[in-house]
């Protein structure tokens, strides 16, 4: 899980908590602190957004050098940020978008794998001129690198989910069947994750949730299709009651998501 959130600038020494990765405090040993971040550039964290992979969220971070707020801002957001980086670094920098993405903007993850932004209204009522940044009305998608159609030959397709019951639904630690064929040789980094949508206000996004599925049996034939055996999570305490996406991962490329619904039965 990332967790990260502020509505102040982080200073030099503000910490950047990754939870499970890399088993930081198991079982109460603080000896191992989570990495102090001397940033290039000030930044506030009031949002982050999961994308297809267990262990690849996104954050959509503002850098800045004034304290958030909402009426009259001067400074623009900045290009998305992957908290992910190669030796020594922490935050990988995406492409930047021209249009300011400020208070009460929204984004949400879309089954295809790409993230729907909308919004941006930080003054009191609509206002369209005459302030530095007018209440936003255009639609943006962000398309992260491995959706792009170089990686479609690699990608899980045709993906589809039987059940016991009707409508895709499942209930708790239930096993349940996902098909998807597969053009390239079947390899152990394979997982199957289910995501819960949130529900957002205010540019925070509450209640997102993903979930590893176990994967019982998994077998592939000659002509590339693939049978997999999952199993549900155990109770509502690890996935509430509801719909999720479910997202088939080979080798780090996402299939398109496919709703699924856990219930108790």
Known sequence: MWRIGSRGVFSSQTRQILEGLKNMWKNGDHRQQPQVENGEHARAAPNARHDHSPN???????RCQERVRWMGPRIKSCPPTLPLQPKKMIFTILKSTKIARMYHSSAVLLPDGRVLVAGSNPNNKYTFRNVPHPTELRLQAFVPPHVGKEFNGRRPQNV???TSGKDEIVGYGERFRVKF?????????????VYASPFNTHSISM????????????????DGLVNA????????????????????????????????KFIHT
């Open 207 to 222: 209640n997102q949730r993903m979930l590893v599925l176990r994967c019982k049996d998994i077998n592939r034939t000659k």
């Open 56 to 62: 690849r969220p996104s954050s959509n971070h503002k």
């Open 229 to 260: 055996v999952l199993e549900a999570p155990p109770s509502p305490k690890v996935a509430p009651s509801g719909y999720y996406m479910l997202t088939v991962l080979h080798n780090g490329i996402p299939s398109t998501s496919h709703w699924i």
């Open 160 to 162: 589809s989910i039987s």
């Open 181 to 193: 064929l597969l053009k390239t040789k079947l390899s152990k980094m394979i997982a199957f994750t």
